[in-house]
């Protein structure tokens, strides 16, 4: 069964460097989306993205976090000068469309990311 | 703005019986999906089940299904038959169909499973 996969699984950075977290998506899904977990706290949607351009995004989402789409199959979330509260769980997920019956957001595995 | 709330922290479960996770939400909409997601200590988000606000019929995926009660916006998730693999953390989640395409998560939760 296809499936969302994430690289790293965990990434360790020193508190303002740049990380670049990866995901790739299932292959024929349109819609692609980042979530956050905090360690102990609930999962937090920060974007959606669909045809090369965001369509949502949380007001987490500032403007130390892009997202981009740089080939066909590689979704990334980059975080720019990063922070020690951005040290959390981080999902990728897409969904085949936004229609009945393929709106389903599969889940990736997640990259641990922390910040010292 | 939707929320969603799980309002048991934990629960435990001796094996072979069953337990039901309780969920209920907030919304001025008149569709949405609702979906229980499983967290294992793995940390992988898995879809458990899924339930399309318009439809009455509660769903089920073999040991799981759910009590939908859209008036009482109330969708818990009754887990049959517990077996050990079920020990995980687990989200209620509410999706929009209208406005956007983000979901909203409870806080989750722990699921125990008693050998």
């Known amino acids: 069964e296809p499936e969302v996969t994430q690289t790293p699984s965990h990434q360790v950075t020193q508190m303002g460097q740049e990380v670049i977290l990866r995901c790739v998506p299932i292959s024929n899904h349109l819609y692609f989306y980042w979530y956050r977990q905090i360690l102990g706290q609930k999962v937090e949607f920060l974007v959606s993205f669909y045809n090369n351009e965001i369509s949502e995004k949380s007001e987490i989402f500032d403007d130390q976090f892009s997202v981009e789409r740089p080939d066909g199959s590689n979704f990334t979330l980059k975080i720019r000068s990063t922070k020690l509260e951005d040290s959390a769980m981080y999902f990728c997920?897409?969904?085949?469309?936004?229609?009945?019956?393929?709106?389903?957001?599969?889940f990736g595995p997640g990259t641990r990311l922390t910040v010292l | 703005a939707q929320t969603v709330t799980q309002s048991q922290p934990e629960m435990s479960v001796q094996e072979a019986e069953t337990v039901t996770l309780s969920c209920t939400y907030d919304?001025?909409?008149?569709?949405?999906?609702l979906f229980w997601y499983k967290q294992p200590p793995s940390r992988q988000m898995i879809l458990v089940i899924r339930?399309?606000?318009?439809?009455?019929q509660n769903a089920t995926e073999n040991r799981f299904s759910v009590n939908f009660q859209k008036a009482a916006k109330s969708f818990s998730l009754k887990i049959s038959d517990s077996q050990l693999g079920d020990a995980a953390m687990y989200f209620c989640a509410y999706r929009s169909l209208y406005n956007n395409n983000d979901m909203r998560f409870g806080a989750g939760t722990r699921l125990t499973v008693k050998p």
């Open positions: 339930q399309e606000a318009y439809k009455q």
């Open positions: 919304t001025s909409e008149s569709d949405y999906y």
């Open positions: 997920a897409s969904s085949e469309a936004l229609g009945r019956g393929t709106d389903t957001q599969y």
